[in-house]
Nanobody, 115 residues
C-alpha cells in the first residue's frame, strides 16, 4: 500500500515563504514524474509544477520564478519551495507521483496567504 504524506502547509503573510514536503511510503518503484497541484473551493485542481525523472522541470506561469520543485530520490520525497507568496496562492496543495502503471495523490495540505 503506497501512501503520500504531505506536510509544511500553514498560514503565511504575503511575501513570505513555505516549503511543502510529500513523502511516499510503501513499495514504490520507477517513479517517472513528481508533481504539485492546487485547488481552491469551487474550482478544478490546477497544475503547479512537475519534475521528471531526468530532472527537467515545468511550472505554471503564475508561479514561475517564485516556486521551485525538487526531489530526494533516496527518500522518495518531493518538495515545493514557495517564495514571495501571494494571496492568490491560497489553496489546498496536492502532490502526485506517476509511474508507468500507477499514479498516487497525497491527501492535501492547506496553504493560506493572508495578512
Amino acid at each position: 500500500q503506497v501512501q503520500l504524506v504531505e506536510s509544511g502547509g500553514g498560514l503565511v503573510q504575503p511575501g513570505g515563504s513555505l516549503r511543502l514536503s510529500c513523502a511516499a511510503s510503501g513499495s514504490i518503484f520507477n517513479i517517472r514524474t513528481m508533481a504539485w497541484y492546487r485547488q481552491t473551493p469551487g474550482n478544478q485542481r490546477e497544475f503547479v509544477a512537475t519534475l521528471s525523472r531526468s530532472g527537467s522541470t515545468n511550472y505554471a506561469d503564475s508561479v514561475k520564478g517564485r516556486f521551485t520543485i525538487s526531489r530526494d530520490n533516496n527518500k522518495n520525497t518531493v518538495y515545493l519551495q514557495m517564495n514571495n507568496l501571494k494571496p492568490e496562492d491560497t489553496a489546498v496543495y496536492y502532490c502526485k507521483i506517476v509511474g508507468w502503471t500507477y499514479d498516487y495523490w497525497g491527501q492535501g495540505t492547506q496553504v493560506t496567504v493572508s495578512s
